[in-house]
């Protein structure tokens, strides 16, 4: 059959092999990774992504979102926590988010002694409150109303505003000194109570790295106390890429997408490869853009396309059966012929709609411009 064609102008398969591993493609470059640009926040989710289709024959490359917590709201406080405790997102695939507890909330107000010189007076009632006046680690106040008395003690009270503290040392117990809103006087004192602290608010303190998500409401472990849930929020953090793909041109022919939107990344695509030879391949029930995988006679190869692995046999025309290829040329003035044998300089040609070279020509091929009269190029990625 001559002197062979050399490997270098088959694609980028794995020559000789029938691999299917993410480094084979069809010429152009694949995508090596993507370099993320912008997060985004998606609530209780993960989003999807997409390539582009590649611009010359090829695979569309695929892969799946890597995502991290972005940030987390409570949706049950729980009890018993502490200022700084850290807590742990249970659910998902992949290595937990963990949440640092910034501030806390009162959930549970218990009164221990009832105090005295409250009052009531009709609709009018006595508050006390545990504000920034007396610790301004009270970021919001606990206001507590009287309600009735027992001669002058509080005999039962109501929260009308649950507190909020920022900072360590919450107190789990409090003295009533600041009284407020009395009908009669704010003299009233003495009053204490017994705190429960839950969750407020939390910021991510190790933001994990998920492949699945599961939506909101999430139980936690680890802190001082239990039973809280957060309501999570994850951005994108990678992509890991499943199938290289092959026939990109640039970053943006194979631009990303995200489903839901809100993030954004850049492809990074692998390193230049030679040019290859673009084959036509018939090795299942249609004709497909195809690797030559390995020359193993004059006119016979090993071809990949997307059905599979095949031999398939040069002929001149478009294949029409299982087991047939071709490889296009094209002369100076934009004429075609059918390559029926290809080695490393030449090429046996059968007429297209060119002219310039007589059926059955040995002509002079690469991939640059043809010469008139003396070259013809081949189709190529």
């Known amino acids: 059959m001559g002197r062979p064609l050399n490997q270098k102008y088959f694609g980028n398969y794995n020559k000789g092999s029938a691999s299917t591993s993410s480094d084979d493609g069809m010429g152009g470059q694949g995508v090596a990774g993507v370099a993320i640009t912008a997060a985004g926040s998606y609530a209780g989710l993960l989003p999807t992504v997409a390539f582009s289709a590649p611009s010359l024959p090829g695979v569309q490359a695929t892969g799946s979102v890597i995502g991290a917590a972005v940030g987390a709201s409570v949706a049950t406080a729980g009890s018993g926590y502490a200022y700084h405790d850290v807590i742990t997102a249970i659910g998902g695939t992949g290595n937990a988010a963990t949440f640092l507890v910034t501030s806390l909330q009162t959930v549970n107000v218990v009164m221990t002694n009832g105090g005295t010189f409250y009052d009531v007076s009709g609709g009018a009632h006595?508050?006390?409150?545990?504000?920034?006046?007396?610790?301004?680690?009270?970021?919001?106040?606990?206001?507590?109303?009287?309600?009735?008395?027992?001669?002058?003690?509080?005999?039962?009270?109501?929260?009308?505003?649950?507190?909020?503290?920022?900072?360590?040392?919450?107190?789990?117990?409090?003295?009533?000194?600041?009284?407020?809103?009395?009908?009669?006087?704010?003299?009233?004192?003495?009053?204490?109570?017994?705190?429960?602290?839950?969750?407020?608010?939390?910021?991510?303190?190790?933001?994990?790295?998920?492949?699945?998500?599961?939506?909101?409401?999430?139980?936690?472990?680890?802190?001082?106390?239990?039973?809280?849930?957060?309501?999570?929020?994850?951005?994108?953090?990678?992509?890991?890429?499943?199938?290289?793909?092959?026939?990109?041109?640039?970053?943006?022919?194979?631009?990303?997408?995200?489903?839901?939107?809100?993030?954004?990344?850049?492809?990074?695509?692998?390193?230049?490869?030679?040019?290859?030879?673009?084959?036509?391949?018939?090795?299942?029930?249609?004709?497909?853009?195809?690797?030559?995988?390995?020359?193993?006679?004059?006119s016979r190869y090993r071809v990949k396309t997307y059905e599979g692995v095949g031999v398939c046999k040069l002929v001149a025309s478009t294949p029409a059966n299982a087991g047939e290829m071709s490889i296009n040329a094209t002369d100076s003035d934009g004429g075609t012929y059918w390559v029926m044998r290809l080695n490393s300089c030449q090429a046996l040609l059968v007429q297209n709609t060119g002219t310039q070279f007589a059926n059955h020509t040995m002509v002079r091929w690469s991939f640059a411009n043809p010469v008139q009269n003396y070259s013809v190029k081949i189709d190529n990625f």
């Open 126 to 298: 006595d508050e006390i409150w545990f504000d920034s006046t007396v610790d301004a680690r009270w970021t919001t106040p606990l206001k507590i109303r009287v309600e009735t008395l027992s001669g002058s003690s509080i005999a039962t009270f109501s929260i009308i505003q649950q507190g909020v503290w920022t900072g360590t040392s919450a107190p789990t117990s409090v003295t009533g000194t600041s009284t407020h809103n009395g009908p009669i006087d704010n003299n009233g004192h003495g009053a204490t109570f017994t705190l429960t602290w839950g969750v407020n608010t939390v910021n991510v303190n190790t933001a994990g790295a998920y492949t699945a998500v599961h939506g909101n409401s999430l139980t936690t472990s680890g802190g001082s106390g239990s039973g809280a849930t957060l309501n999570v929020s994850y951005g994108v953090s990678g992509i890991s890429i499943t199938e290289g793909g092959s026939g990109y041109l640039s970053v943006a022919d194979a631009a990303v997408s995200f489903s839901p939107s809100g993030a954004t990344g850049n492809p990074v695509l692998t390193t230049d490869q030679l040019n290859a030879v673009i084959v036509y391949a018939m090795v299942g029930s249609a004709v497909d853009a195809a690797d030559a995988v390995q020359q193993i006679g004059a």
